[in-house]
């Protein structure tokens, strides 16, 4: 139900894009957070957005350098990554709140996980 896509092998100082993308059944997406997770470390909560009144929210590690945004049309999530750094290395999650309807017109509210992307910083 979700695709994160766009991690790869960045230089220390440069840019990435990720994106989570919500198919099937699902109707619209109503709150999304992005976490990572490095070898050996917790997952981390690192971007959340509210696509009902775009209000975010950021790590103090990446603040100023991330940016979390949503194409609702496309129910497709974006993390727009700056100024990477090698600490910013892990595999990258989205988490999202869906909404749609079974199969008796119900609404029905669904958590999902995407697969994880991997990001890779080089120094």
């Given at each position: 139900q979700?695709?994160a896509?766009?991690?790869?092998?960045?230089?220390?100082g440069?840019?990435?894009?990720?994106?989570?993308?919500?198919?099937?059944?699902v109707?619209?997406?109503?709150?999304?957070?992005?976490?990572r997770?490095?070898?050996?470390?917790?997952?981390?909560?690192?971007?959340?957005?509210?696509?009902?009144?775009?209000?975010t929210?950021?790590?103090?590690s990446?603040?100023?350098?991330?940016?979390?945004?949503?194409d609702?049309?496309?129910n497709?999530?974006?993390?727009?990554?700056?100024?990477?750094?090698?600490?910013?290395?892990?595999?990258?999650?989205?988490?999202a709140?869906t909404?749609?309807?079974?199969?008796?017109?119900?609404?029905?509210?669904?958590?999902?996980?995407?697969?994880?992307t991997?990001?890779?910083?080089?120094?």
């Amino acid at each position: 139900q979700l695709q994160a896509s766009g991690g790869g092998l960045v230089q220390a100082g440069g840019s990435l894009r990720l994106f989570c993308q919500a198919s099937g059944r699902v109707s619209s997406i109503n709150a999304v957070q992005w976490y990572r997770q490095a070898p050996g470390k917790e997952r981390e909560l690192v971007a959340a957005i509210s696509t009902s009144g775009g209000s975010t929210s950021y790590a103090d590690s990446v603040k100023g350098r991330f940016t979390i945004s949503t194409d609702n049309a496309r129910n497709t999530v974006y993390l727009q990554m700056n100024s990477l750094k090698p600490e910013d290395t892990a595999v990258y999650y989205c988490r999202a709140d869906t909404l749609y309807y079974n199969d008796y017109g119900a609404p029905v509210v669904a958590a999902y996980w995407g697969q994880g992307t991997l990001v890779t910083v080089s120094s």
